[in-house]
């Protein structure tokens, strides 16, 4: 932890909610989980977080992955969970990606506190088999690109829309 930031208990929480797919969870609660959620740093640059108001739940209307892009800061970093729904040729499968957002107009401070504090929120979430930094939205408005990240050339579709847009 070379830059002494924690992570807030709740941040923990959210990822643990996120990984614990309940398979009897009715329709309604299923509709409740979050489906993507952004980290930032407090104010105190001490703690990592959850970003006031920046979540997307499974049963929002619209693209996911749209909402999502979207919600990313332009000119600064973020920590994020997506919970990437796609299909593959043999099978559906829904995996929990932590992405790194550090966009390459951020503040030089911003990047080097964000890239220095992110073992310490990547150490909590274990079990994630999917990282992916990316630094700019030419790398991730296009769902190829996560598709690639996922699993190449057998990914068909992502957030069941195909992937040949």
């Known amino acids: 932890m070379a830059s002494g930031v924690t992570v807030d208990e709740a941040v923990l929480t959210i990822f643990n909610d996120m990984k614990v797919r309940k398979a009897q969870a009715s329709e309604e609660d299923r509709k409740k989980r979050k489906k ?24 929002d209307e619209g693209d996911p ?11 600064d970093c973020r920590y994020a969970l997506y919970d990437a729904t796609y299909e593959t040729k043999e099978t559906k499968k829904e995996d929990l990606v932590f992405i790194f ?29 999917h990282e992916w930094q990316v630094n700019g939205l030419d790398d991730i408005k296009d769902r190829k ?3 690639e990240k996922l699993g190449g050339a057998s990914v068909i ?5 195909p992937l040949t847009d």
Request: with cysteine; glycine share 6%; net charge positive.
């Open 157 to 161: 579709s992502l957030e069941g829309l």
């Open 101 to 129: 957002w550090a966009p390459e107009n951020s503040p030089l401070k911003s990047k080097m506190i964000y890239a220095s504090s992110k073992d310490a929120i990547k150490k909590k979430f274990t079990g994630i088999k």
């Open 65 to 75: 992955y749209l909402t999502f892009v979207k919600m990313l800061p332009p000119a």
């Open 145 to 147: 690109t996560l598709a």
């Open 36 to 59: 993507a959620v952004l980290f930032c740093l407090s104010e105190d640059k001490k703690r990592i977080i959850m970003e006031e108001g920046k979540e997307i739940l499974q049963g």
